[in-house]
């Protein structure tokens, strides 16, 4: 047997978004042999996940099931593929680069003698798997090598996944022997950091507001836009000062560091006692009207203009791309 | 409690890196080389946790002698002996090879507890803690922010996607991945350098600890990415730049 | 009474009851001094040496004893009235030496001052004059601690000083007195053992109280450490700075033996001043207080019951409290040492601090940014590099590299510098000169990026630097030189100085359209290194300079120093907002500076007044504002 398997992510009872990106990367390589992708679910009940994944351009769906397998542990999905790795004996098995994924598939891949290609941004003729060495500074590219299943995962938003609906691809039922014993950690329920504390400091998103928002009776405007992201509302020192915004929104060099995935500046001028309390952020976007304002010089994105006109404009946009 | 700590040695953070000669990795004659940062937040944990529980925090490090540097930092900020795997040319070895040797350093010593940062900064492949764990047939668990040891093993806070998080219990042994970004990193002071010069520093040179296994995932060709970092200014009016700018965010940076 | 015919009367014949008496209270009051002053001289003598101290230069020692000491001068500059007050009563005191010697020989009937013969005559005159300075002088003393109660002189009412302040007016009305009577008047006798008295009462008070500086203030100053702020190395490897009474050096406990309390630091500190908890004055009686109770072989930490860790924190190090000590203190290096003690053990724990340390242990720069900022901005205004064949080269610096303002004031220097034609070159790579970290007291760090520059200097080839920063030139020329010889480098205000012919002058003609300046001293440049009219000479091309109230040497710190500007948030008052207040009370329409440290702690300052505020400009900006339109930061060669 061999052929390429992509396994989907369960997200409170649904595929995860970047799990359909999975299938696309996972496509482009059964593409080298004309065939497309298997999808794997695993769950203790897999019906709505099969159902969802079955229309999504995918030749087959697997169904992983057992009751050990209600709740993600490493133990019990890294049990659960390798007995069906063996069984089944894949070429390819691509994954979703998620935080699920590095917990258990690096220990799955050892237990097979091989090791995963992860967080790959790009799928060349070979094939050739690209990744990022150096935060980004470099890519590497690697080959599979020696005999068994090649393992990789995907960094999220580097493949778009398929948008169209296809014919529904059949499914099976594979059901692994878990013992309760093999399962050594007791994962618990998710939850929020406290509603309380304002911990900057581990958000991902932060929009920050500066004196660029004039008044306090703006602010609306700005938490808008944080509410339609999902951020973090903060602040530079002149908003905190004039008590228009609590101190632990403050960012900067006497208030928090931050160091978020996106940092949206809204009318911050740069100084360098806002600049370095947030440029550890991967990506700073910054809403300006003044051209020479020094923000635009760490700025990945930049928007020259009124915010009073770009903000309300960002908000729409954004909620009409997350409906 | 004895809590092991993999640390490893890695290109300064701003460094500028320029590819060597063979094309396969880079050069490193100029370059400067600090504690990965994930690995100086698992040091500090570990060291909260001896503060708090007693016990021993050892340092594991494998690379080459230049690493030695680092090692001493970690003596220097409290840990109480290191052990030096030497190893010229460890950037040669996939995750599984690194964790082998690791492995296999770390047997003998039968910790309570071994912790590793979530990812290096130069390679960043993040999965040696985690093959480590299965080479050992300990538990694990990874992106931890706290841990804490009860009656019966750790609870630990694990991080999850969009701002969730979860506690696990899981029993000792164990192998942590820790997150940056948890707690607050201690400073290397003088009189920490200082004790440092009277603590163990064994080396084993990584012959001793057997062959690392055929590599299964060839690192061919290092390039330079396509994208340099620049500002990039949307134009057009309020409306289409915000078009565009959610476009950008979706596909470029990847986080709508 | 003739007045010119007077003389001083002294009491012919003593009984030998009397001598005894005498014989005895003389003896009873050198031991009852020598009972409390043998102690705190064994306490001095037993601390640690301070490792390289060295009498040389004696010139500038002898030069500090005569002006400082005998000719009170500090005394007196820094506040006229009672200074003056306070330097007749130490003429007096000087004056009296041979009178008192005379008086007691009196006693056991060995006189040797005749008051009627030429010699004793003039002698004693000219103490009457001095008597009478230093009557009136202790006199106005008095009422000023103990009725106009001045704040630097603490709420608390003194009384030991107004004992000592009765005892020493009374040795003078009793001599002055002793003209109006004759030698064999029973008056004359009274006010013989008056003034006898009083003077074999006032000896043993002296090393009780603070008074003990009229012994040890002429020692102190003589033996200074001979520079300002001068940090001393660290010996050993048991050596961390100040931590336990063992770290305590001579100096120091001399020093802390020395204060006089006289408030004059604290008056000045501008911690103080905003209502923090740091006193210099504290930090000073502190460590008596803790000499007095453990001694300097004591293993008790400093920081504790006598002193105060947030305190030592709140330290901009500006030196005022440094240069006002008429006794010859050196506070900085106290704190510093006890900063020292806190950080290089790792006792100090603090957000920001540890922020800091961590960003100059993984990065090259005290901001924490990445060194590909730096290299942008290079790259960006086509800076020439440094390669050892240009003749300065210019040190960026923190500030200049990564701040905003920081890189406009160099961009600006470096035009006017092509303007005059001086080759010079940026290097390739800094490292943070370590300034902040010196003042905080870290020398592990300190020495790794002392080290690793004085390295990468000598490997570039560096002769002349010249920096925008005070800090910089400061750290570079005087903390480096632990580690190696540094080159030679200066500040910008003197190298511009040094062209001042060539550069433009942009006063108008008509001097009502001249633009005010208010210039702001920073601390590095005026206390640090004396550079007071350069700048000033830089600035006047531009516009007419005025000066702020404190200005010179008593220029009010901007805040920023000590590494403070890398701390977090501070309590009460903040320092910058009072300086900036200070400035823009002058009704200039420019603030010029001269560090951009005092530039950035005024731009946040004056962004909090909102419109209407002035202009802040860096003198280099000042000058560059009048060069021709488009001057480029380098000619390019045919």
Redesign the interface.
């Known amino acids: 047997m061999s052929g390429v398997y992509v396994i989907l992510e369960d997200r409170g009872g649904r595929i995860s978004r970047i799990s359909w990106e999975a299938v696309a990367a996972a496509n482009i390589v059964s593409a080298q042999s004309g065939t497309k992708a298997t999808a794997v679910v695993i769950g203790a009940h897999t019906d709505a996940l099969a159902k969802e994944a079955s229309t999504r351009g995918v030749s087959k769906v697997v169904r992983i099931e057992h009751p050990l397998l209600a709740q993600y542990t490493s133990d019990g999905f890294t049990a659960a593929l390798e007995e069906f790795t063996r069984a089944e004996s894949p070429d390819y098995l691509v994954f979703p680069h998620s935080y699920q994924v590095r917990d258990y598939v690096p220990a799955l891949a050892a237990r097979l003698g091989r090791v995963l290609i992860g967080d790959v941004t790009a799928i060349g003729d070979g094939p050739v798997f690209t990744r990022q060495l150096m935060q980004g500074r470099l890519s590497g590219n690697y080959k599979s090598a020696g005999n068994g299943p090649c393992f990789l995962s995907v960094q999220s938003g580097a493949f778009r996944a398929d948008a169209g609906e296809s014919a529904a691809a059949e499914s099976s039922t594979f059901t692994p022997t878990i013992d309760a014993a093999q399962i050594r950690t007791k994962p618990g329920e998710p939850f929020r950091g406290t509603a309380q504390t304002v911990d900057l400091g581990s958000a991902q998103l932060i929009v920050a507001v500066g004196r660029g928002i004039r008044e306090a009776d703006n602010l609306p405007l700005v938490q808008d836009l944080a509410a339609a992201l999902g951020a973090e509302v903060a602040a530079s020192r002149p908003i905190c000062d004039n008590g228009w915004l609590p101190i632990e929104r403050q960012v900067g060099s006497s208030g928090q560091t931050v160091a978020p995935k996106l940092y949206l500046a809204v009318g911050i001028s740069g100084a360098i006692q806002h600049l370095v309390g947030m440029k550890g952020a991967q990506c700073i976007v910054a809403i300006n009207k003044d051209a020479e304002a020094p923000i635009f010089e760490v700025a990945d994105y930049g928007i020259v203009g009124d915010l009073f006109e770009v903000v309300p404009a960002l908000t729409e946009a954004i909620k009409a791309t997350k409906q | 409690m004895k809590i092991i700590v993999a640390i490893k040695q890695v290109?300064?953070?701003?460094?500028?890196?320029r590819?060597d000669s063979s094309g396969k990795w880079?050069e490193e004659a100029d370059l400067q080389f600090?504690?990965n940062?994930s690995d100086a937040y698992a040091l500090e944990e570990a060291l909260q946790l001896k503060e708090k529980h007693g016990g021993e925090v050892v340092v594991l490090s494998a690379g080459p002698e230049r690493a030695g540097t680092t090692i001493r930092?970690a003596l220097a900020k409290g840990a109480d002996r290191a052990i030096h795997v030497e190893v010229d040319d460890l950037h040669k070895r996939?995750?599984?090879g690194a964790?082998q040797l690791l492995a296999a350093a770390v047997k003998p010593e039968s910790p309570d507890l071994i912790l590793t940062g979530l990812q290096s900064?130069?390679?960043?492949?993040?999965?040696t803690g985690?093959?480590m764990?299965?080479?050992l047939g300990l538990?694990?668990?990874?992106?931890i922010?706290q841990v804490e040891k009860t009656d019966t093993g750790l609870t630990v806070k694990r991080?999850?996607?969009?701002?969730?998080?979860?506690?696990?219990?899981?029993?000792m042994p164990a192998v942590l991945m820790i997150q940056s970004?948890g707690t607050?990193?201690?400073?290397?002071?003088?009189?920490?350098?200082?004790k440092a010069k009277t603590k163990e520093l064994r080396k084993v040179n990584a012959a001793e600890l057997g062959q690392a296994?055929?590599?299964?995932?060839?690192?061919?060709?290092?390039?330079?990415?396509q994208k340099q970092?620049s500002?990039?200014?949307?134009p057009g009016s309020?409306?289409e730049?915000?078009?565009t700018?959610?476009e950008?965010?979706?596909?470029e940076?990847?986080?709508? | 009474m003739n007045l010119l015919s007077a003389t001083l009367a002294e009491p012919q014949s003593f009984s030998p009851w009397e001598k005894l008496l005498l014989v005895v209270l003389i003896v009873a009051s050198g031991a009852l001094f020598w009972k409390r002053f043998g102690p705190i001289l064994k306490k001095i003598l037993n601390s640690r040496k301070d490792a390289g101290f060295t009498i040389s230069p004696v010139g500038k020692r002898v030069w500090d004893f005569f002006w400082e000491v005998l000719c009170q001068a500090k005394v007196i500059r820094e506040r006229p009235l009672p200074g003056l007050a306070h330097a007749f009563v130490f003429w007096g005191f000087c004056a009296f030496a041979l009178v008192t010697l005379n008086h007691l020989a009196v006693g056991l009937g060995m006189g040797f001052l005749d008051p009627q013969g030429i010699v004793g005559r003039f002698y004693f005159y000219l103490a009457a004059a001095f008597a009478i300075a230093c009557a009136a002088g202790i006199f106005g003393l008095f009422v000023r601690r103990f009725f106009i109660r001045p704040r630097w002189l603490g709420n608390k009412v003194s009384y030991e000083s107004g004992v000592i302040a009765l005892l020493i007016f009374l040795l003078m009305v009793t001599y002055l007195a002793a003209f109006a009577v004759t030698d064999s008047s029973p008056t004359a006798r009274i006010l013989w053992w008056t003034h006898t008295l009083s003077l074999l009462i006032f000896l043993p008070i002296i090393p009780h109280t603070k008074h003990l500086h009229l012994v040890l203030s002429p020692a102190t100053i003589f033996l200074s450490r001979g520079g300002f702020s001068k940090i001393p190395p660290l010996v050993g490897d048991e050596d961390f700075g100040l931590v336990t009474g063992t770290d305590l050096t001579q100096l120091v406990s001399l020093q802390a033996y020395s204060c006089v309390e006289c408030g004059r630091c604290s008056e000045h500190c501008p911690a103080t001043n905003t209502g923090k908890e740091l006193n210099p004055k504290e930090i000073i009686l502190g460590l008596r207080g803790y000499l007095n109770e453990f001694g300097p072989a004591s293993q008790e930490s400093l920081i504790g019951k006598f002193n105060s860790m947030t305190a030592d924190f709140q330290c901009t190090t500006c030196g005022s409290c440094e240069y006002q000590c008429p006794v010859g203190i050196e506070h900085l290096p106290i704190i510093i040492g006890l900063r020292r003690g806190a950080v290089n053990t790792g006792k100090w724990e603090d957000d920001h601090g540890a922020k800091l340390f961590l960003a100059l242990e993984r990065g090259s720069n005290a901001l924490g940014m990445g060194a590909l900022e730096r290299d942008k901005f290079i790259q960006k205004q086509e800076f020439p590099i440094f390669d050892g064949t240009q003749e300065y080269c210019l040190w960026l610096g923190c500030m200049g590299g990564y701040d905003p303002k920081g890189r406009e004031i160099v961009a600006d220097f470096a035009r006017v510098m092509n303007y005059l034609g001086t080759s010079y070159g940026i290097l390739r790579k800094e490292k943070c000169t370590g300034d902040p970290v010196r003042r905080l007291g870290n020398d592990l760090l300190f020495q790794q990026l002392a080290e690793s520059n004085l390295e990468a200097l000598a490997q570039n080839k560096v002769k002349k630097i010249v920096s925008i920063c005070p800090h910089c030139v400061r750290t570079i020329q005087e903390d480096w030189k632990e580690f190696g010889t540094p080159p030679e480098i200066e500040h910008h205000s003197e190298f511009l100085a040094r062209f001042a012919d060539k550069l433009p002058n942009q006063r108008s003609s008509n001097s009502a359209a001249t633009e005010k300046i208010a210039y702001h001293d920073p601390c590095y440049l005026g206390r640090y290194r004396n550079v007071y009219e350069q700048p000033r000479t830089v600035a006047g091309l531009a516009g007419e300079v005025v000066e702020a109230p404190r200005s010179h040497e008593r220029s009010f710190c901007c805040g920023a120093g000590g590494g403070l500007a890398f701390l977090g948030e501070e309590k009460g008052d903040r320092v910058s907002h009072t300086r900036a207040n200070e400035l823009v009370a002058t009704g200039a329409s420019t603030i010029g500076t001269a560090c951009p440290f005092c530039n950035t702690m005024f731009r946040d300052a004056l962004s909090a007044t909102g419109t209407g505020a002035p202009q802040l400009l860096d003198i280099a900006q000042l000058t560059a504002r009048g060069l021709p339109r488009n001057i480029p930061v380098k000619t390019e060669q045919p």
């Open positions: 290109p300064e953070r701003d460094a500028q890196v590819i880079i600090a504690m940062e930092e996939d995750a599984l964790a900064d130069d390679l960043g492949y993040g999965q985690v093959i764990a299965e080479l538990p694990h668990a990874t992106l922010l991080e999850l996607e969009e701002g969730w998080f979860q506690n696990i219990e899981l029993p970004g607050k990193l201690r400073y290397a002071t003088l009189m920490g350098i200082k296994s055929a590599s299964t995932a060839a690192l061919e060709k290092i390039t330079l990415p970092k500002t990039q200014i949307i309020a409306k730049a915000a078009a700018l959610v950008k965010l979706k596909f940076v990847r986080i709508l």
